[in-house]
């Protein structure tokens, strides 16, 4: 079975609130329980979560050629990770790793046609890929 996180959700009950995260499990939208969004470890799944919907303000100089605003993380993946992998930094790599699978990088990079062969090698023997 196939599971997609979707997002968190914020519930008011009285005078709290609570987070849970809704994942696509199959066919069936699932709440999970996070906790009371007081708690730092909620705060900080919130915190990570938006940060992972959209490019962060920190990024934007690597995209100077489009608006932020324009990019969606799905449908754009294969631009955004090429841009990371050719001009980001490591705040920008864990940024990228936290939004996609390692596997989904690797497959960009052998797909690329614009990053460099230089980064390429470099990319490639940071994630492990045999015959790099």
Known sequence: MVIYIMSVVKKKIGR???AYLVVREGK???Y???GSTK???????ISDKKDS????????PLFWDTNLSNI???RNARYIIEKVLEFGDMYALKWLQKVYPVQTI????????????????FWMIWFGVKNA
């Open 53 to 60: 919907t959209s490019v962060p303000d920190s990024l934007r």
């Open 28 to 30: 069936k939208v699932v």
């Open 32 to 34: 999970k329980y996070l």
């Open 39 to 45: 708690k730092p470890h909620v705060v900080k799944m």
């Open 72 to 74: 969606h993380i799905k």
């Open 16 to 18: 709290n609130e609570y």
């Open 106 to 121: 690797v497959d960009v990079l052998n797909l690329s046609k614009v990053i460099s062969e230089k980064s390429w090698e």
